[in-house]
């Protein structure tokens, strides 16, 4: 089972990829960096505490696991 802390740095590296990816799609989209930007970072923090929740779920259940 992975620790809290690994399951928080992989969710924070993954979301600073999502949130330059995102910032740059909306910035792409609305031609606005405020907007865009604006839309990564609401996408970011909601995207965090769903990533992280869901990997803790996922820590918890041992099925398909194999124990060695």
């Known amino acids: 089972m992975d620790t809290r ?3 928080v740095v992989k969710a ?3 979301q600073l990829l999502g ?16 907007l865009g930007g604006a839309m990564a970072l609401v996408s970011t923090g909601i ?8 990997e803790r779920v996922w820590a918890a259940i041992s099925w398909g696991r194999r124990h060695v």
């Not at 949130?19 to 960096?33: A, I, M, Q, R």
């Not at 995207?47 to 869901?54: A, E, R």
């Open 19 to 34: 949130l330059v990816t995102t910032g740059l799609v909306g910035v792409v989209l609305t031609g606005s960096v405020a």
């Open 12 to 14: 924070v590296i993954w």
């Open 47 to 54: 995207g965090f505490v769903v990533y992280l929740v869901y």
């Open 5 to 7: 802390t690994r399951t």
